[in-house]
């Protein structure tokens, strides 16, 4: 089986290219093109590791990048996004042509040459919850431009399967963490700037809770999802079924760095107020049936377990030294 991974050079994806190799897998691992020759996180990875897949530079929002990327693949894992939801504010066209256009070229390609997908959804296109945990039926509300175009490239999905019999299945993680993950996520916030010495830590909201996922729990059901044939037109949460809110969850963080902190609101880190998510908590009883994925990292000791790994990379100088802990960077 050979698999194209997309948003290979990010966090995720990086993570779940490894994991592949380790296991065997042919990987063709797609990086955004750019003028440094940079893969990405796939840049730290181990040598032997770096040695077992290829590589292809493109651009999703190129349709014949997408086709000359897909040629020879069994399966695609669709990871590549734009995903900050600040950065969505500012510049809500980038976020169409990458997540709503970049997709529709995946799905047409792999359409043509009769590819599976796999894509990625996010937590954030239920929006704030309705009822508790959330469901795979639960309603989709777009509070932010990141999040309408992540439900219209879910919808276009769909749509490639009941239109056209594409086999495609839907993969909506809950807020996964670990490491590698970019400071504009809440927990690489809060530990980075803890890690650099920081005593008031300075978030946006601290009331909303989220259902926090361990990567390698993420990368797990991206797996068992690409290994089941019992999931076409399926849309099926990843998540912990565990809440805990962002205040809770930097006092948590802080206990284990056995720092004394002061934990705040910075106006300028505050979404819009409607477009606060106030709560997520995933129902993860679909993952379990169809893909008998059992996250490992789940509870209120899972997520210590987790964070502790995390905190462990963060607290490496050479990997500290990658965030800028000293500003706010949408």
Known sequence: MRILVTGSDGFIGSHLVEEL?????????FVMYNSFNSWGWLDKCASDIK???????G?????????QAMAGCDVVLHLAALIAIPFSYHSPDSYVDTNI??????????????????????????????F???TELHPLKGQSPYSATKIAADQLAFSFYSSFGLPVTIIRPFNTYGPRQSSRAVIPTIISQIASGAKNIKLGSLHPTRDFNFVEDTVEGFIACMNSVDTYGEVINLGSNFEISIADTA??????????????TDDIRLRPEKSEVERLWADNKKAKSLLGWDPNFCGLDGLEKGLKKTITWFSEPENLSLYKTDRYTI
């Open 21 to 29: 190799v380790r296991r065997g897998y042919d990987v063709r691992a």
């Open 51 to 57: 040695e077992k897949f290829e590589v292809f530079q």
């Open 59 to 67: 651009d999703i929002r190129d349709p014949n990048g997408v086709r």
């Open 101 to 130: 256009k970049g997709t529709l070229n995946i799905l047409q390609a792999a359409r043509e040459k009769n590819v599976r997908v796999i894509h990625t959804s996010t937590s954030e296109v239920y929006g704030t919850a309705e």
């Open 132 to 134: 508790v945990p959330i």
């Open 251 to 264: 006092l948590l963080i802080a206990n284990i760095m056995n720092k004394d902190v002061n934990v705040g």
